[in-house]
């Protein structure tokens, strides 16, 4: 565990101490793996406020042979910024005059890379993944991980957290908590008119010919639809996967499960698709074979 001790951060967005995990591997391979947990508004706040420590399910279980990152060295970054891991500002949430949240994610997502280029300096192969709050932050964290890592092959893993959204909701909340540096000037609909960040994503894939990315979702996730309803949570899912499929077809991918679970990764990394586990696909886009294709249940 590594612990940092500062007043304007890295800190949980009320003030909670913020720390985070590194675990060798056998391999010279890296999973950065960003945990999820809520994220808080102007109007209503359900993140969490301590982070979740490391614990060995999923994906992050150092003990199954059969999984796809079985030997990886591990960074763990537990999620209490309560900006999506996007932050740079402070709020007062109760009209008394004293800021109270303490939206640090880009701190908190900064000084974690560097303790793990710290740690893990020189690897072949780098998978970002990221469920919930953590799936909007493979996002954030992928240009950092890139400034690390100028020359390594890096797969962007999103589960449950695709930015599909009503329109005017993200700008809101990035104002809210000074985030939009993370969008580039030269990316002028980042944040489309409808409200998703689908063109986002499209960005960093035509940027980087170095990165593969995925997403991972149900059809009507019982969290991430919230804003928008199931149906049309799915339709804007399925058009956003199948645009950045077609836009760069050997490096989207994406999995769309029947249903209305919220994160997989974790959860159900043995979720059994048709033909095989979602732990298998992932092995698939990882190992970079011609059979990873996107699958809609």
């Not at 939206?103 to 072949?124: C, H, I, R, T, W």
Request: charged share 20%; with cysteine; hydrophobic share 35%.
């Amino acid at each position: 565990e590594h612990i940092f001790s500062s007043e304007d951060g890295p800190v949980c967005f009320t003030g909670n101490q913020y720390s985070m995990f590194t675990r060798d591997g056998s391999t010279n391979n890296l999973l950065i793996f960003l945990q999820g947990g809520g994220f808080c508004s102007p109007l209503v706040c359900e993140a969490i406020e301590e982070g979740i420590p490391l614990i060995p399910f999923g994906i992050l279980n150092p003990q199954d042979s059969e999984s796809p990152v079985f030997g990886y060295s591990l960074g763990y970054l537990p999620y209490c910024d309560g900006s999506l891991w996007m932050g740079d500002g402070t709020a007062d949430s109760d009209g008394d005059g004293v800021n109270d949240r303490f939206f640090k994610g880009l701190q908190n997502l900064s000084a974690s890379l560097d303790v793990v280029a710290l740690e893990y300096p020189m690897p072949d192969k780098i998978v970002i993944a990221g469920n919930s709050a953590g799936g909007f932050g493979v996002h954030a964290a992928l240009p950092l991980v890139r400034k690390l890592y100028p020359d390594v092959k890096i797969y962007v893993i999103n589960d449950s957290g695709q930015g599909i959204s009503n329109p005017g909701g993200f700008d809101m909340l990035t104002s809210y908590w000074n985030a939009d540096a993370f969008f580039p000037a030269s990316c002028n609909n980042c944040i489309g008119t409808d409200g998703n960040l689908t063109d986002y994503h499209r960005y960093q894939l035509t940027e980087d010919e170095d990165v593969v990315m995925t997403y991972i979702s149900s059809k009507q996730d019982s969290v991430s639809s919230a804003a928008l309803g199931g149906e049309v949570f799915e339709r804007e899912l399925i058009e956003a996967a199948t645009e950045l499929n077609a836009a760069f077809p050997g490096r989207f991918q994406s999995l769309i499960m029947n249903g209305d679970q919220h994160t997989y990764l974790i959860r159900t990394f043995d979720y059994q698709l048709s033909d095989f586990t979602l732990k298998r696909w992932v092995g698939l886009m990882i190992n970079d074979s011609p059979d990873w294709l996107s699958i809609e249940e």
